[in-house]
């Protein structure tokens, strides 16, 4: 099984910040790879998927970079709304599908 | 696009439970859907998959033996079976519309809660 590993594990910033989170596949994955949001009690929402394409409707302040083992979730200004979890998944052995074990992000 | 799930379910260790996911806005044979849950306060974890078009499955090993996806084309519903249920088992679970390599939308989550 691919093991997907995210780094920090939580996060404190500020409103405006620049935010980076990391994550790492166990082996190449190619540019299968995507990021989710997760509100408390809400479900997940796609932000950016195959590394780097933004989902319709996501604001441009969200970034994805990345291929083969290591990718990153850039937020290049927070704004309120950006407190959440967020969490990385690989598509590559699809259906056989696995996450990230989230970065959480508090303000500070 | 929209998936609607099932009601919040109690249930008791050893019982089964059966949750639906409906879909609507698309066409349902066209994508799958994988299954995932979400223990309070921890990671997202993959079920399974069904391919809503030929019906074909595939279980985590996890979960393999006590899981069983169905789907219902005539009402674009996608069924969760999940027996020996443990006290474990209590999440939520979501079904998401499988894009091929990324999942979009989610449905709202179903909470199982497992207790004697």
């Known amino acids: 099984d691919i093991q997907m590993t995210q780094s920090p594990s939580s996060l404190s910033a500020s409103v405006g910040d620049r935010v980076t989170i990391t994550c790492r596949a166990s082996q190449s994955i190619s540019s299968h790879l995507n990021w989710y949001q997760q509100k408390p009690g809400q479900a997940p929402k796609l932000l950016i998927y195959a590394a780097s394409h933004l989902q319709s409707g996501v604001p441009s302040r969200f970034s994805g970079s990345g291929s083969g083992t290591d990718f990153t979730l850039t937020i290049s200004s927070l704004q309120l709304g950006d407190f959440a979890t967020y969490y990385c998944q690989q598509s590559y052995s699809a259906p056989q599908i696995t996450f990230g074990q989230g970065t959480r992000l508090d303000i500070k | 696009v929209q998936l609607v799930q099932s009601g919040a379910e109690v249930k008791k260790p050893g019982a089964s439970v059966k949750l639906a996911c409906k879909a609507s806005g698309y066409r349902f044979t066209n994508h799958g859907i994988q299954w995932v849950r979400q223990v309070p306060g921890q990671n997202l974890e993959w079920m399974g998959w069904i391919n809503a078009g030929n019906g074909d499955t595939k279980y985590s090993q996890k979960f393999q033996g006590r899981v069983t996806i169905t789907r219902d084309t005539s009402a674009s519903t996608v069924s969760l079976d999940l027996g020996s249920l443990k006290s474990e088992d209590t999440a939520v679970y979501y079904c998401?519309?499988?894009?091929?390599?990324?999942?979009?939308?989610w449905g709202q989550g179903t909470l199982v809660t497992v207790s004697s």
């Open positions: 998401a519309r499988d894009e091929g390599w990324w999942l979009d939308p």
